[in-house]
């Protein structure tokens, strides 16, 4: 008789006891070969099958998360911008300060605007342009879907207009940049400019700094200074609209729905809902403000100790970029007594300790200036011209020699140094250190600082001022700009002044005003190069004003804005620092998506891709079907925001199997139970 196998289980053994070839596990009446069996493999088995289904049936995480490849960009929202002072004018036409151009810039538009990593000029109000081989001719052709906020249409006599009318006799730099070109308009959307002389750096000169474009139906025969919508309700073709002035508190200006411009998939600019700058005089009081969440965005003047800890706060972005080109540029009124003789300017440079303003006020951030050009330019730039190291016994004596002795005080004479709204910041610190490193050679210096509101007023319409501090001065992309306030030709008289720059401290070297001419004309780089660099070594020998620091400007705002490396129009918008130029494309990231044919197609593809996934896991996706229909319907009728908004609802109305879900996990429940059982069972 054959001996019986000593088997573990008690199925294995009834089944060799009973002679079967074949062996059934009691529990899932499996059939097995002979030999010795363990139900509890079996068990084990069918428990991890019954795992393995219900995984296969459960969500895929990547496939019902999916989300459309989104456009970054959004709809809706506000910025709100730190300024520090009312600006004083809203036409762009007649200045050059920053505060207006930073408010200005929201409302009217120029030829052309500028890259602001690169700096090239990019097309704005005009198209494309040609430019003959002689370089007389520039042929501008201008955009025709641009509409000035009160609707009338924007064409080229505006252009001619703002030129001849505003331009030339106002700007600071008009005359100089453009007092010698004839317009012409041969139709509506065409504007040819016929030079007298080749003038190199023209396409430069024609962002919204220095020529912006006004309507000529509102500004044609009226004072052009003094018209009422410099001031309240201006018109502009910009992206947005002039909505209300509070004085000392607030602007705000809301979105134009029918500017002009689109985007990059053709959307409608700009984003944002509104731009309003709040009027904050100190930069405690900006960031006190900016730490509490009331602003979004401090644009180039936060005071450089605070740059760090900016740096390291979550949710706050830091973005180096400044005026580019600007210094922190000091005037002499050379008709004061003593500042007429060009010895006490030259020991006043002398007097001035440089490097410690540069380490102290600017955390050696930036560069100490040499000169009227920035090294930023680096083409014309030369840093072969007397430096004026600091240097108080020379300083002691060019005043001597000048006849100026110290009286019994100690003092020689006075002068007051007045600090400009845009160089309060880091200028008032600055000129703090000058008056004492000055109060040490004998010259006592009484600080002023004007509002914004009547700087223009003191110091360039009554030229009331000693010493005047411009901090932001830019000078690049091209020296001519410096003609502004350096040539000759720029000293206005009595009666003719006007708000922004002009030669303020009454400087006039014919030699210098011949370079200006030569270099403007010369179509050699190289020589024009040679040309600024021989202008270098003369003015700052003449020190008609006096260069302390080449500026680098930190922006700070808040990281629900891109900035410009993310984005194309990010913050900061251009090369002039803040948001001179059009902020039409920031955006807020937690606003609405727009909704293109692009960004509408892709949802819904996104869609069909999510709920055909999902269909395959057991879901039920008949709802989000129907409404993937109704979404491409509204797509093929070109209602795309409808498009969009259904695409997004149906990729979330699937609805997962619940009862599959709770067959399994009762059958798995069974199966555990039934292991349980048996290994109770074979231990009894």
Known sequence: MAQVPALRSKCAAEAWQGG?????????????????????????????????????????????????????????????????????????????????????????????????????????????????????????????????????????????????????????????????????????????????????????????????????????GTDIIKNPRNFDNPVGTGPFMFKEWVKGSYIRFVRNPNYWRKGAQGEKLPYLDEVIFRFLPDNAMGMLAFDKGEIDYMPMYVPLPEIARYMNTPGVKVIDKGAFGSMWTYFFNLENQYLAQKKVRQAIAYAIDKEFIFKTVSNSRGKIATGPVSSVTGWAYTSDVNLYPHNVTLANQLLDEAGFKRGSDGTRFRLRLNVGATGRDNGVPASEIIKDQLRAVGIDIRLEVPEESVEDQIIYMNHDFDIALTAGLSTAPDPNMLRGYLDGASILPEGKRRPGLWNIMMYNNTRVNQIFAQAAVESDPAKRAALYKEMQKLVVEDLPCMWIVEDVYYHVFKDTFPDAKEWKGGIPVGPYGGIRERADRIFWKKGTAFASPATALSAINAAKTTLEGLRGQFYDVDAGMKKLADAQKAYDSGDYTTALSLAEQAGKLATPPYGLYTGVFLAVVVVVAAVVYMRKKRKA
């Open 20 to 220: 079967n070839a074949y062996m059934r596990c009691p529990i899932f009446r499996t059939t097995h070969v002979p030999g010795e069996m363990n139900c509890m493999n079996v068990y084990k088995k069918c428990l991890f099958i019954l795992i393995l289904v219900l995984l296969a049936i459960l969500p895929n995480s990547r496939m019902a998360d999916a989300q459309t490849a989104e456009y970054p960009a959004r709809y809706g929202g506000k910025l709100v911008v730190a300024l520090n002072g009312d600006p004083s004018t809203l036409n762009p036409a007649y200045t050059t300060s920053y505060n207006n151009h930073l408010v200005a810039g929201q409302i009217f538009n120029a030829l052309v605007e500028y890259d602001p990593w690169t700096v090239e000029p990019v097309p704005e109000l005009a198209e494309s342009w040609e430019i003959s081989k002689d370089g007389l001719t520039y042929t501008f052709h201008l955009v025709k879907n641009a509409f000035w906020h009160d609707g009338k249409p924007f064409t080229s006599a505006d252009v001619k207009f703002s030129f001849e009318q505003a331009i030339i006799p106002f700007h600071p730099r008009g005359r100089a940049s453009f007092g010698f070109i004839k317009f012409e308009t041969p139709d509506s959307y065409t504007v040819v400019m016929k030079l007298a002389y080749p003038f190199a750096p023209l396409i430069n000169t024609l962002g919204i700094w220095y020529a912006g474009i006004i309507p000529k139906h509102i500004y044609e």
